[in-house]
T-cell receptor
Protein backbone atom coordinates (compact mmCIF):
# COMPACT_ATOMS: atom_id res chain seq x y z
CA UNK A 1 0.00 0.00 0.00
CA UNK A 2 0.95 3.68 -0.17
CA UNK A 3 3.46 4.96 2.32
CA UNK A 4 3.70 8.32 4.03
CA UNK A 5 3.89 11.13 1.50
CA UNK A 6 5.10 14.68 2.00
CA UNK A 7 4.98 17.80 -0.10
CA UNK A 8 6.78 19.73 -1.31
CA UNK A 9 9.96 17.67 -1.51
CA UNK A 10 12.05 20.86 -1.57
CA UNK A 11 11.24 24.39 -0.52
CA UNK A 12 13.44 27.46 -0.75
CA UNK A 13 12.12 30.55 0.97
CA UNK A 14 13.35 33.97 1.98
CA UNK A 15 13.93 34.81 5.60
CA UNK A 16 10.78 36.22 7.18
CA UNK A 17 8.32 34.42 4.91
CA UNK A 18 5.82 31.80 6.13
CA UNK A 19 5.92 28.20 4.86
CA UNK A 20 3.48 25.32 5.02
CA UNK A 21 4.54 21.69 4.79
CA UNK A 22 2.10 18.85 4.16
CA UNK A 23 2.01 15.22 5.28
CA UNK A 24 -0.32 12.41 4.19
CA UNK A 25 0.00 9.48 6.61
CA UNK A 26 -0.56 5.80 5.91
CA UNK A 27 -4.28 5.01 5.82
CA UNK A 28 -5.43 3.52 9.13
CA UNK A 29 -2.61 5.03 11.16
CA UNK A 30 -4.04 7.04 14.03
CA UNK A 31 -0.78 8.58 15.21
CA UNK A 32 1.20 11.20 13.28
CA UNK A 33 4.54 12.78 14.16
CA UNK A 34 6.73 15.58 12.88
CA UNK A 35 10.50 15.53 13.27
CA UNK A 36 13.29 17.60 11.78
CA UNK A 37 16.89 16.87 10.98
CA UNK A 38 19.32 19.74 10.76
CA UNK A 39 22.58 19.29 8.91
CA UNK A 40 24.91 16.88 10.69
CA UNK A 41 22.48 16.23 13.51
CA UNK A 42 20.08 13.50 14.55
CA UNK A 43 16.32 13.60 14.23
CA UNK A 44 14.58 15.98 16.61
CA UNK A 45 10.96 15.47 17.71
CA UNK A 46 8.60 18.39 17.06
CA UNK A 47 4.95 17.41 17.60
CA UNK A 48 2.72 14.32 17.90
CA UNK A 49 -0.98 13.77 17.14
CA UNK A 50 -2.88 10.74 18.44
CA UNK A 51 -6.53 10.38 17.43
CA UNK A 52 -8.69 13.07 19.02
CA UNK A 53 -6.34 13.70 21.93
CA UNK A 54 -4.66 17.06 22.40
CA UNK A 55 -1.38 17.06 20.46
CA UNK A 56 1.96 16.78 22.25
CA UNK A 57 3.66 20.03 21.23
CA UNK A 58 6.59 19.70 23.61
CA UNK A 59 9.18 19.58 20.83
CA UNK A 60 8.19 22.74 18.97
CA UNK A 61 11.21 25.08 19.19
CA UNK A 62 9.27 28.35 19.23
CA UNK A 63 5.79 29.83 18.83
CA UNK A 64 6.59 30.42 15.15
CA UNK A 65 5.96 26.70 14.67
CA UNK A 66 2.46 25.22 14.62
CA UNK A 67 0.79 22.13 13.21
CA UNK A 68 -2.71 20.95 12.51
CA UNK A 69 -4.23 17.62 11.65
CA UNK A 70 -7.58 16.98 10.01
CA UNK A 71 -9.15 13.98 11.74
CA UNK A 72 -6.85 11.03 11.26
CA UNK A 73 -5.52 12.13 7.89
CA UNK A 74 -3.57 15.05 6.48
CA UNK A 75 -1.36 17.24 8.66
CA UNK A 76 0.25 20.59 7.92
CA UNK A 77 3.26 22.06 9.68
CA UNK A 78 3.46 25.85 9.47
CA UNK A 79 6.54 27.92 10.18
CA UNK A 80 5.93 31.65 10.41
CA UNK A 81 8.57 34.32 9.84
CA UNK A 82 11.18 31.75 8.87
CA UNK A 83 14.75 32.13 10.09
CA UNK A 84 17.93 30.66 8.64
CA UNK A 85 18.21 28.24 11.58
CA UNK A 86 14.90 26.70 10.44
CA UNK A 87 16.72 25.21 7.45
CA UNK A 88 16.45 21.43 7.84
CA UNK A 89 14.75 18.33 6.49
CA UNK A 90 11.29 18.08 8.01
CA UNK A 91 10.12 14.48 8.35
CA UNK A 92 6.63 13.18 8.98
CA UNK A 93 5.90 9.71 10.36
CA UNK A 94 2.77 7.73 11.18
CA UNK A 95 1.96 4.64 13.22
CA UNK A 96 -0.96 2.64 14.57
CA UNK A 97 -0.49 4.30 17.94
CA UNK A 98 -0.33 2.89 21.45
CA UNK A 99 -3.72 1.18 21.18
CA UNK A 100 -2.30 -1.30 18.67
CA UNK A 101 0.33 -3.98 19.11
CA UNK A 102 2.66 -2.39 16.59
CA UNK A 103 4.43 0.79 17.63
CA UNK A 104 6.74 1.23 14.69
CA UNK A 105 6.70 4.62 13.01
CA UNK A 106 6.92 4.83 9.24
CA UNK A 107 8.53 7.90 7.74
CA UNK A 108 7.90 9.93 4.64
CA UNK A 109 10.73 11.12 2.37
CA UNK A 110 10.87 14.53 4.04
CA UNK A 111 10.71 18.15 2.91
CA UNK A 112 14.05 19.90 2.58
CA UNK A 113 13.55 23.51 3.68
CA UNK A 114 16.18 26.09 2.86
CA UNK A 115 15.81 29.61 4.25
CA UNK A 116 17.96 32.17 2.44
CA UNK B 1 21.19 16.31 27.32
CA UNK B 2 21.49 13.50 24.76
CA UNK B 3 19.32 10.65 26.10
CA UNK B 4 20.22 8.28 23.26
CA UNK B 5 23.84 8.10 22.20
CA UNK B 6 25.58 6.49 19.29
CA UNK B 7 29.22 7.07 20.02
CA UNK B 8 30.59 5.79 16.71
CA UNK B 9 29.83 8.23 13.90
CA UNK B 10 31.12 5.80 11.30
CA UNK B 11 31.96 2.13 10.82
CA UNK B 12 33.50 0.22 7.91
CA UNK B 13 33.02 -3.53 7.54
CA UNK B 14 34.10 -6.04 4.90
CA UNK B 15 31.30 -7.59 2.86
CA UNK B 16 30.23 -10.92 4.35
CA UNK B 17 31.43 -10.08 7.85
CA UNK B 18 29.36 -9.04 10.86
CA UNK B 19 28.46 -5.39 11.42
CA UNK B 20 27.80 -4.38 15.03
CA UNK B 21 26.27 -1.00 15.73
CA UNK B 22 25.99 0.20 19.31
CA UNK B 23 23.64 2.49 21.17
CA UNK B 24 23.48 3.66 24.79
CA UNK B 25 20.63 5.40 26.57
CA UNK B 26 20.23 7.20 29.87
CA UNK B 27 16.45 7.37 30.40
CA UNK B 28 15.31 4.33 32.41
CA UNK B 29 11.70 5.03 31.38
CA UNK B 30 12.41 3.97 27.78
CA UNK B 31 10.68 0.66 27.14
CA UNK B 32 10.71 0.30 23.37
CA UNK B 33 13.69 0.54 21.08
CA UNK B 34 13.94 0.71 17.33
CA UNK B 35 16.58 0.78 14.64
CA UNK B 36 16.13 2.78 11.45
CA UNK B 37 18.21 2.85 8.30
CA UNK B 38 18.51 6.00 6.21
CA UNK B 39 19.75 6.49 2.68
CA UNK B 40 20.58 10.00 1.42
CA UNK B 41 17.55 12.08 0.40
CA UNK B 42 15.12 9.49 1.79
CA UNK B 43 13.21 9.19 5.05
CA UNK B 44 14.35 6.67 7.68
CA UNK B 45 13.20 3.09 7.06
CA UNK B 46 12.17 0.94 10.01
CA UNK B 47 14.42 -2.10 10.44
CA UNK B 48 13.76 -3.88 13.69
CA UNK B 49 12.48 -3.18 17.20
CA UNK B 50 12.61 -4.66 20.66
CA UNK B 51 10.48 -4.29 23.75
CA UNK B 52 12.14 -3.94 27.14
CA UNK B 53 10.63 -7.27 28.22
CA UNK B 54 12.93 -9.03 25.77
CA UNK B 55 16.69 -9.18 25.43
CA UNK B 56 16.89 -10.29 21.81
CA UNK B 57 14.88 -9.98 18.63
CA UNK B 58 15.88 -11.48 15.30
CA UNK B 59 14.66 -10.80 11.78
CA UNK B 60 16.61 -12.41 8.99
CA UNK B 61 20.12 -10.95 8.88
CA UNK B 62 19.28 -8.41 11.59
CA UNK B 63 19.38 -9.07 15.33
CA UNK B 64 18.92 -6.53 18.09
CA UNK B 65 20.22 -7.19 21.59
CA UNK B 66 19.09 -5.26 24.65
CA UNK B 67 20.98 -5.11 27.95
CA UNK B 68 18.71 -3.17 30.29
CA UNK B 69 21.06 -3.18 33.26
CA UNK B 70 23.75 -1.56 31.10
CA UNK B 71 21.23 0.61 29.22
CA UNK B 72 22.79 -0.61 26.01
CA UNK B 73 21.52 -2.06 22.78
CA UNK B 74 23.21 -3.26 19.66
CA UNK B 75 22.27 -4.15 16.11
CA UNK B 76 24.03 -7.05 14.45
CA UNK B 77 23.93 -7.48 10.70
CA UNK B 78 25.27 -10.76 9.37
CA UNK B 79 26.37 -11.29 6.71
CA UNK B 80 26.88 -7.65 5.75
CA UNK B 81 26.01 -6.72 2.17
CA UNK B 82 26.90 -3.64 0.08
CA UNK B 83 23.24 -2.54 0.15
CA UNK B 84 23.53 -2.22 3.92
CA UNK B 85 25.69 0.89 3.49
CA UNK B 86 23.60 3.68 5.03
CA UNK B 87 23.22 5.74 8.19
CA UNK B 88 21.70 3.76 11.06
CA UNK B 89 19.74 5.48 13.80
CA UNK B 90 18.88 4.03 17.17
CA UNK B 91 15.63 5.36 18.70
CA UNK B 92 13.73 4.88 21.94
CA UNK B 93 10.28 5.64 23.31
CA UNK B 94 8.13 5.26 26.42
CA UNK B 95 5.11 3.49 24.88
CA UNK B 96 3.84 1.98 28.12
CA UNK B 97 3.53 5.49 29.49
CA UNK B 98 1.62 6.61 26.41
CA UNK B 99 4.57 8.63 25.17
CA UNK B 100 5.38 7.39 21.73
CA UNK B 101 7.58 10.17 20.47
CA UNK B 102 10.94 8.81 19.40
CA UNK B 103 14.20 10.06 20.82
CA UNK B 104 16.93 9.43 18.27
CA UNK B 105 20.65 8.99 18.46
CA UNK B 106 22.87 10.96 16.10
CA UNK B 107 23.42 8.00 13.79
CA UNK B 108 26.27 5.76 12.65
CA UNK B 109 27.32 5.74 9.00
CA UNK B 110 27.96 2.12 7.99
CA UNK B 111 30.07 1.45 4.92
CA UNK B 112 30.30 -2.10 3.59
CA UNK B 113 33.49 -2.67 1.64
CA UNK B 114 33.05 -5.08 -1.31
Amino acid sequence: GAGVSQSPSNKVTEKGKDVELRCDPISGHTALYWYRQRLGQGLEFLIYFQGNSAPDKSGLPSDRFSAERTGESVSTLTIQRTQQEDSAVYLCASSFGTRQPSYEQYFGPGTRLTVT
Amino acid sequence: DQQVKQNSPSLSVQEGRISILNCDYTNSMFDYFLWYKKYPAEGPTFLISISSIKDKNEDGRFTVFLNKSAKHLSLHIVPSQPGDSAVYFCAASEVMFGNEKLTFGTGTRLTIIP
